[in-house]
C-alpha cells in the first residue's frame, strides 16, 4: 500500500503514526480521510535550510545581494519582515528598509 504524498510539500517520505498520515519533512500531520483546503495555493516556498516559508514571515538574508541599477548591496543578516510569497523565479516580494520594494530568491534567505 502507498501513502499519499504530503499535501503542504509534497513529499513522498510519510509514515502511518496511530490513525494520522505524518510527514517528517515538514512535521505535517493529517487525516487519511480528510481533504486538506489548499493554503499554499499550489506551491511551497523553502528557505536555504529547507525551512517551508509562509505569507508574513521574517527572513534573513545569507549572503550579500547586489542591486541592479544601483551600486549598493543588501548586507548579509539584513532582517526582512512580512514577506510575501510569489509563484516566480524571484518568489519572495518584500520592503527592505532603504531600498524599498524588492523581489528576492528564497535560495538566499533563511527563516528568522
Known amino acids: 500500500m502507498e501513502l499519499a504524498p504530503c499535501p503542504l510539500c509534497k513529499s513522498a517520505y510519510t509514515y502511518e ?24 495555493e499550489g506551491f511551497v516556498v523553502k528557505d536555504s535550510n529547507g525551512n517551508i516559508l509562509q505569507n508574513g514571515d521574517s527572513v534573513v538574508t545569507i549572503k550579500n545581494l ?6 549598493q ?8 519582515r512580512n514577506i510575501r510569497l510569489v509563484d516566480s ?15 528576492l530568491k528564497s535560495e538566499f534567505v533563511k527563516k528568522a
Open 17 to 40: 503514526m496511530n490513525d494520522l498520515l505524518v510527514c517528517p519533512e515538514c512535521g505535517h500531520e493529517w487525516k487519511a480521510e480528510e481533504e486538506i483546503a489548499d493554503s499554499t
Open 66 to 71: 547586489p542591486v541592479k541599477g544601483t551600486s
Open 73 to 80: 548591496s543588501i548586507k548579509a543578516g539584513t532582517k526582512v
Open 89 to 103: 523565479d524571484h518568489n519572495i516580494d518584500c520592503k527592505i528598509d532603504g531600498f524599498g520594494a524588492m523581489a
